[in-house]
């Protein structure tokens, strides 16, 4: 289950790329897809291990997944 949700959430992402939504009332354009690199740190960090990532790679961004 845990590799189609993932995917799931890559997918997503990709196809929401350039359209515009709205969050809080604010219209935005989607323009985030996340790198192979920060799923795979956030697969981790759900399976309760510690994910080490390099700067620039999206840690603030995919530790939040660990929460959905």
Known sequence: MLPEAYAT????ARRLLGSSVEVTGHALTWDMVPYDVQ???GIVL??????EMATGEGK?????????
Do not use: D
Request: hydrophobic content about 30%; proline content about 0%; glycine content about 10%.
């Open 9 to 12: 959430v890559r997918e997503a």
């Open 39 to 41: 799923l795979i740190g």
């Open 46 to 51: 759900h399976q309760g291990k510690i994910a």
């Open 60 to 68: 603030t961004s995919w530790r939040r997944s660990r929460c959905t």
